[in-house]
């Protein structure tokens, strides 16, 4: 989980830009390689890339197999996020290797694949926002009109997600994470933000799905506090109140639950 850049109204995922970064940089020391060596590496390296980018996804759904299970078809939303930079950065190189024709230019394309996998990690590590408290924000709203104080869950871990009715991407990952919370060992709150509590009780009944796990964040207190205006948006938190990790844009099951895995590992701990 990192953090995001933006350029205008848009808002990008620095992994993300980290990943097409490193596509490029290959390309270009792919091009240079060819230049030096007299070969075409082209359309090996996109051969290359193909490969890595299939292999990546693959190696992340196997690893979470069990949370694609009742859900195949999310296997192909790879705009959730969900790689396996490792396995791809492999497959890559093995792709190299058995494409091209020259030894020694399959060799330095190999290093290339090295080098630009090992700038993504480090720029990757570097870039990570650091663990920080959770800002004190106004009490949040049941649907139902109780005050429900965030204090309420210090001292276990916590997850929020901010969304909105008017959210496509929130929309999309709203079902999905109101049957998570209801069997999660780690409390779920699905934070509306800024809307009143008729807008989101009409739009949960005309979709179908449950708000045991609603509450309403009437003045957009959370991501004022946040300085965020990126929805939907999923903090985690230690039971200690620090958010220790950042999921921008809609997120898939498999990364709920590699999440949630996390946070009881490292409460399990202290």
């Not at 069997?183 to 709150?189: E, M, R, S, Y």
């Not at 997120?251 to 490292?266: F, H, K, N, P, T």
Request: charged share 20%.
């Amino acid at each position: 989980m990192t953090g995001f850049v933006t350029l205008g109204p848009l808002a990008f995922a620095t992994d993300r830009l980290l990943a097409l970064a490193a596509i490029a940089l290959f390309l270009i020391l792919m091009d240079v390689i060819g230049r030096k060596s007299r070969q075409q590496t082209a359309r090996p390296a996109w051969t290359a890339i193909i490969a890595g980018v299939i292999v990546a996804r693959l190696a992340f759904v196997w690893v979470h197999r069990q949370a694609f299970a009742d859900d195949w078809f999310s296997a192909f939303a790879i705009w959730q996020g969900g790689f396996d930079v490792q396995a791809g950065a492999f497959a890559a190189g093995v792709a190299l290797l058995l494409v091209m024709r020259s030894r020694r230019t399959a060799i330095l394309g190999f290093g290339a694949v090295l080098l630009c996998f090992t700038l993504f990690t480090a720029v990757d590590i570097f870039m990570r926002p650091d663990v920080r408290p959770m800002p004190q924000v106004a009490p949040l709203q049941a649907l139902d009109g109780r005050a429900v104080p965030l204090e309420r869950y210090r001292g276990r871990p916590l997850i929020i997600n901010l969304w909105a009715t008017w959210c496509l991407p929130c929309r999309r990952e709203l079902p999905m994470l109101a049957e998570l919370a209801e069997t999660a060992p780690v409390p779920i709150l699905l934070v509306d933000h800024a809307e009143d509590a008729d807008t989101v009780r009409a739009f949960l009944a005309r979709e179908g799905v449950s708000g045991k796990a609603v509450l309403l964040d009437r003045t957009g207190s959370i991501a004022r506090a946040l300085g965020s205006a990126i929805f939907p948006t999923t903090l985690f938190l230690d039971r200690r109140g620090n958010i220790v990790a950042t999921h921008y844009g809609e997120i898939s099951r498999a990364a709920m639950l590699d999440q949630i895995a996390r946070l009881e590992q490292v409460d399990g701990k202290e």
